[in-house]
């Protein structure tokens, strides 16, 4: 039985298409961030104690251990700078919830910012690679070996959370560790929750070194858990809750 | 007969050329020798058969950061059921080649592998003053 | 094979300007090989204000290639016969803008090398991987459809029947790059100045009044410069479509203006009061919205006044201020105004570096030549007939 070329492209054209199709459904039917963990997993969040942490302090401890321990650069031009952990005045972390009767009392306290870790991150849902995912316990990870810099991430955020190496970082640390690696210029990074050190059983780097304790961190999904306690006891915010986020950082007023 | 005088200087630079492998060995005193390796001193076996880790250390590598950047698989077990941490500077370059400079870059600059652009973010152990964290 | 022979002969001017843009290609490359060596560290970018120049151009240029519709559907479907000649320009017009748009994506990644990644690593609910695939099908699809019809042309055959369905295709297909485009902004919690429903159809309608722009001025072009004649009709028509898209542009504009400015919602007026009053003392963006505005309004007027919009003199004026009143509104305006004020309300000021400026310049001298080469091959084709 002869058969044109014509009809044999035609063929071949259709069968490929239909494979393509059928992959492309079974994709598109996985893909998406991932569902909200099960009550049984954990999910690993952050208390922060905003009458512990002192209002207008000079105190740094939580953001020099967060530095010492991953290598982060200190760049001197505030447009380049890349901080994962950093203080800001109340009133720039929650903004317009002020008014002239109100912004007395605020005035002059600072508190310690970084990556929420959120729930629902618009960060992983906008990244074409996947360099940025959502761990199965809560963690936004950033895999700099994936990432292609296109900051989209960086676009996505609606807390600022995220930091571009605009060049190398490698000339502004001051002490370099061999115990995590640095990054180099052309890739996103953000606090990483110190997934490293949790894999070995211990708490961030920022929680251990606060020395008035106002930060503590543990298992959102534990009801017995510290921060969960602290929850239940006292009155907490969040940055920009109404956003969907479902951020992990927990601040009590 | 201009020609000739042409088509000769042509020759001679094509000749030149052609033998530039040959005489520029010469000049740069290449050597068949191989790269002199410092194998490491502590560490005994290796994570995989050295015919495999010479030909493919690099898949090796590939697996262990897929599997411990994106699955936290955080440690290996080899063929001859020793487990080892997976971690490029504690573990490949801490425990065992502690001498990335006369180990690893000898044969990479022997290859002329300019490929491995690991070392723009690990950091190499020896070039840090060791610092217990806080 | 593809024609570029006709591409390799032509008048001194012609190659002046050849050489002209590959000394401007070489000179953007140059100062890109130092932004690869060193880091987007010399662009004026910053951490508050992370995309700037560069996605500002891909933004503008989308537009542009999406609006070669826009004389695709009337030909094609609504049997307009005067746009009979110029199908092919548009079509052109759209292969060289979507190459430029994604070389304007490359120059802005911190590691370019690594744009595979993108298709390595397929992630579906990413509108950026959406994006690329978009871009990547209408490329496609207009060279293929350029050169079939064009090479038919030469031949002096019909062109393929097949050839139809890639035309209709390319029709919603235009609609839906630029609206993937909008949609990378659209959807962003934290940016409440691009958090609009009506971005996709601003994108659109700004789209379908700068594309025809450019598509009159490069037809008055090759009036003056070859014996090739787009007809005074299809120019005219052109200049309807710009009348109608750019009223719609603008009208959209102001809808975006009343809902913010009724009501009064601090986070959403900051950022329209950054762009045309200014913000912390930073105005430096003021004066060029307001340029946007002055330049828009005017070629608006131009254009609605048939007299003035028949006059050979004003039309080419209109637009050019078409363009580059949407040129700063939808590239610098719409994404500088996205990020600034910041998350945390800081107020950033971005301008551009002069590194920027030149890498912008060569993608543009690349541009430029893409369509200098196609089209000196179609007036070649055309006139030898």
Not at chain 1, 176 to 204: M, Q
């Amino acid at each position: 039985m002869k058969i044109t070329r014509k009809e044999f492209l035609r063929i071949t054209g259709l069968s490929v298409a239909g494979a393509g199709a059928a992959k492309l459904v079974r994709a598109i039917g996985v893909a998406g961030p991932a569902p909200p963990s099960s009550v049984s997993a954990k999910r690993w969040g952050m208390v922060i104690d905003f009458q512990r942490c002192r209002p207008g302090d000079d105190c740094d401890d939580c953001i020099k251990a967060c530095r010492l321990a991953h290598n982060i650069p200190e760049i001197p031009e505030r447009a380049h700078e890349v901080k994962w952990v950093w203080k800001e005045r109340y009133e720039k972390v929650f903004p317009f919830q002020q008014s002239d009767y109100t912004r007395r009392a605020y005035q002059g306290h600072v508190l310690p910012v970084l990556c929420n870790q959120c729930a629902q991150p618009a960060c992983v849902r906008v990244c074409p690679t996947a360099a940025t995912w959502k761990r199965e316990d809560g963690v936004v990870m950033m895999d700099w070996h994936r990432c292609i810099g296109c900051r989209y991430c960086m676009a996505a955020c609606p807390y600022g959370s995220r930091s571009f190496d605009w060049e190398d970082p490698r000339p502004y640390i001051k002490h370099l560790t061999a115990d995590f690696p640095t990054r180099t210029k052309g890739v996103v990074e953000k606090c990483n929750f110190c997934e490293e050190r949790l894999a070995n059983g211990r708490a961030p780097a920022c929680v251990e070194a606060c020395r008035q304790k106002a930060i503590v961190f543990g298992d959102l999904n534990d009801e017995q858990s510290p921060v969960r306690q602290l929850l239940r006891a006292r009155f907490s915010i969040q940055r920009q809750p109404e956003l969907g986020t479902g951020p992990s950082i927990f601040y009590l007023v | 007969m201009r020609d000739r005088v042409l088509i000769g200087l042509a020759l001679v630079l094509f000749l030149t050329l052609v033998t530039y492998p040959m005489w520029h060995a010469v000049y740069a005193r290449t050597t068949a020798a191989g790269p002199q390796l410092k194998l490491p001193q502590t560490a005994k076996t290796c994570v995989a058969p050295v015919a495999f880790m010479r030909a493919s250390h690099m898949k090796l590598l590939i697996n262990w950061r897929e599997g411990a950047v994106r699955d936290h698989r955080l440690e290996y077990t080899a063929y001859d059921g020793e487990k080892y941490r997976v971690n490029l500077s504690a573990t490949c370059l801490g425990q065992c080649h502690t001498n990335k400079k006369e180990f690893c870059d000898r044969c990479h600059s022997y290859a002329a592998v300019s490929g491995p652009y690991c070392w723009d973010c690990h950091v190499d152990p020896t070039t840090v003053v060791a610092r217990r964290m806080p | 094979m593809l024609m570029f022979e006709k591409a390799m002969v032509g008048s001194r001017r012609y190659w002046e300007w050849i050489v002209f843009l590959l000394a401007l290609i070489a000179l953007g490359g140059a100062f890109y090989l130092r932004q690869l060596s060193y880091g987007l560290a010399i662009t004026g970018l910053s951490r508050d204000v992370s995309w700037g120049l560069y996605i500002a151009q891909f933004t503008f240029f989308v537009g542009v290639a999406a609006s070669a519709v826009m004389v695709v559907l009337p030909y094609y479907l609504h049997d307009v016969r005067q746009f009979h000649s110029i199908t092919i320009l548009g079509e052109l017009l759209a292969v060289s803008s979507v190459t430029m748009c994604m070389l304007f994506i490359l120059v802005d990644m911190g590691q370019p090398m690594r744009v595979l990644n993108v298709l390595r690593y397929p992630t579906l609910h990413s509108i950026m991987f959406w994006d690329m695939v978009s871009l990547g099908g209408y490329l496609l699809l207009n060279a293929v459809i350029a050169y079939t019809m064009l090479r038919s042309e030469r031949e002096e055959v019909a062109p393929p029947s097949w050839i139809k369905v890639l035309v209709l295709l390319s029709i919603p297909w235009a609609v839906s790059i630029h609206t993937v485009t909008a949609f990378l902004y659209s959807g962003l919690p934290g940016r409440t100045f691009w958090l609009t429903a009506i971005l996709a159809p601003r994108f659109l309608a700004s789209a379908f009044a700068s594309g025809p722009s450019l598509l009159i001025l490069l037809c008055l072009l090759l009036r003056r410069l070859t014996r090739f004649d787009a007809g005074q009709e299809a120019i005219q028509k052109l200049g309807v479509i710009v009348a109608y898209a750019m009223s719609v542009s603008i009208f959209f504009v102001l809808l975006e203006m009343f809902t913010v400015f009724y009501s009064h919602i601090p986070e959403d007026l900051e950022h329209f009061r950054y762009l045309y009053v200014g913000l912390d003392g930073d105005r430096h963006l003021a004066a060029w919205m307001w340029v946007s505005v002055i330049t828009g309004v005017a070629a608006l007027v131009i254009l609605l006044v048939p007299r003035l919009r028949k006059n050979a003199v004003l039309l080419p004026l209109a637009a050019v201020l078409v363009i580059a009143s949407l040129w700063i509104e939808k590239g610098m305006g719409l994404i500088v105004g996205g990020f600034v004020p910041a998350p945390f309300g800081d107020v950033t000021r971005y301008s551009p570096t002069l590194p920027e400026w030149l890498i912008v310049l060569g993608v543009w001298a690349i541009g430029a030549l893409m369509i200098t080469v196609f089209y000196k091959i179609t007036v070649s084709v055309r006139e030898a007939k």
